[in-house]
């Protein structure tokens, strides 16, 4: 897949620095952290903001801006079953991702918003739905 976005984000609590890669094989953020045969990233920052807000660890929410080392494909699991179209430019790969640069300064979601998803998402998690692909 090719995609027209110039930019990707990447959200998460890992203390990286440019130069290093993130890749997939590593225990995923959500469901239940099975091995993650997929590296994801966005073309939008509020999507990387939900990435870094939600990611497991107890570090720092950092968003770093990605440059992707191979093919990136969209996200099926939010593009097929959430939002079609991908209006979230939500994508993933097999491939590492570059990280270029970190975004200094960003706004999280409200704690009200920020509770709701929590709470859809242990929801997911007791009817054994399973986020990650």
Same mark, same amino acid.
């Given at each position: 897949m090719t995609s027209e976005i110039t930019q990707y984000y990447h959200g998460t609590k890992a203390d990286l620095k440019p130069g290093?890669?993130?890749?997939?094989?590593?225990?995923?953020n959500y469901g239940v952290r099975k091995q993650a045969p997929w590296i994801y990233l966005t073309g939008t920052l509020d999507a990387a903001i939900w990435g870094a807000e939600l990611a497991a660890g107890e570090g720092r929410e950092r968003i770093? #801006? /990605?440059e992707p080392m191979g093919e990136i494909f969209d996200d099926p699991n939010l593009t097929d079953k959430r939002f079609p179209g991908n209006p979230t430019q939500s994508y993933r790969s097999r491939d590492p991702?570059? #990280? /270029?640069?970190?975004?200094?300064?960003?706004?999280?979601h409200s704690a009200e918003r920020l509770a709701e998803m929590r709470a859809?998402?242990?929801?997911?998690?007791?009817e054994g739905v399973e986020a990650i692909d």
């Open positions: 290093d890669l993130l890749s997939a094989g590593f225990s995923s770093y #801006i /990605v991702l570059r #990280i /270029v640069g970190e975004v200094a300064a960003w706004e999280g859809m998402l242990a929801r997911l998690d007791a």
